[in-house]
């Protein structure tokens, strides 16, 4: 479970089982989880965060996307 990016309370991190779904990243804070997938990006599912914090995590996303794609091609296909 290789964390690849820590911004504030939230930690950005993909299961090694995750090879077989599109690119995408998890993220917690707490018990509050969310997934995103990163081509497009968009929410997949996420359970505690509100709609705002949402909103702040998928900003994340965004600028982060690059990098986070770059680190699950280099883990998954490296």
């Known amino acids: 479970m290789p964390t ?3 911004s504030g309370p939230y ?3 993909f299961y090694a089982g995750d090879r077989d779904e599109p690119p995408h990243i998890h993220i917690e804070r707490d018990v509050d ?3 995103f997938w990163l081509e497009p990006v968009r929410l997949q599912n996420s359970g505690g965060f509100s ?5 702040r995590i998928h900003k994340l ?3 982060n996307r690059d990098d986070l794609l770059r680190s699950w ?3 998954f296909n490296g």
């Open 73 to 75: 091609n280099e883990y």
């Open 4 to 6: 690849v990016l820590r």
């Open 51 to 55: 709609r705002p914090e949402i909103n």
């Open 33 to 35: 989880k969310a997934k």
């Open 61 to 63: 996303v965004e600028e």
């Open 11 to 13: 930690r950005f991190f």
